[in-house]
């Protein structure tokens, strides 16, 4: 499995979405974790909201993962993210640095496809990088429990505390961070520019035109 056959694609319509919480859906039983829906679906309320975008990740055509971006940034009135509620003070801090920040969630990747997951993990972590000239300075973050905690260090992300319990969680957790560099980000991964353009996915102009609008009348 490489990249020059994936493409990233925000989900817009209908059944994009619900590919990709079905995806979610495998995915997340197969580790153990059983979502309450009972149509092979995972999601919640935060997939609905104006500052939450979901993508899937296609290899040849054929969806293979999925990941979502959750976006605070006051101007547009984005605020609520879903790990907010267990590190408002780090959040707090985070947006005395920042213009905003990126949370990335829910990812998922097909549970036949374990041998190729970090290829695809790392495909999938293309995908903040749509909004790199939306905002001004940029934050990725992500929770990360003890068990991964290398790996996101691997990618250049840096603990903001220690771990503790939180909200709505199973496991205790920490907020990982980082820039948004893509220019640090493809070199870790030696992609060529075909695949590059490839892994962004394109965000409809009209999708922060309206918010846009918005924040020149306030």
């Known amino acids: 499995m490489k990249y020059g056959t994936f493409k990233n694609i925000y989900c817009q319509t209908e059944e994009e979405k619900i590919t990709a919480y079905n995806i ?3 995915a997340y039983t197969h580790v153990g974790f059983n979502p ?8 919640d309320p935060h997939d609905e909201a104006p500052n939450n975008f979901t993508f899937l990740l296609k290899d040849n055509g054929k969806p293979i993962g999925t990941t979502r971006l959750s976006i605070v940034h006051r101007p547009f009135g984005w605020i609520d993210v879903p790990s907010r509620a267990g590190f408002e003070d780090e959040f707090l801090a985070l947006e005395q640095e920042y213009d905003a ?12 496809l374990r041998g190729s ?13 749509s909004f790199m000239s939306k905002f001004g300075r940029t934050a990725i973050v992500c929770a ?16 903001m505390c220690g771990f503790a319990p939180r909200p709505n969680a199973a496991i205790e957790l920490t907020l990982m961070v980082k820039d948004c560099d ?3 980000h493809i070199t870790q991964c030696g992609m060529k520019q075909s695949t590059i353009d490839n892994l962004i996915p394109t965000i409809p102009k009209e999708k922060l035109d309206n918010h846009r609008q918005i924040e020149c009348l306030v």
């Open 24 to 26: 979610r859906y495998q």
């Open 36 to 43: 309450t829906d009972t149509h092979g679906l995972f999601t």
């Open 101 to 112: 920040i990126i949370e990335a969630g829910r990812l998922a990747v097909l549970p036949d």
């Open 117 to 129: 997951t970090p290829t695809v993990i790392e495909a999938l972590q293309c995908a903040p990088y």
């Open 144 to 159: 990360s429990g003890k068990r991964h905690l290398r790996y996101y260090q691997r990618n250049g992300m840096k603990s």
């Open 182 to 184: 893509f220019e640090r």
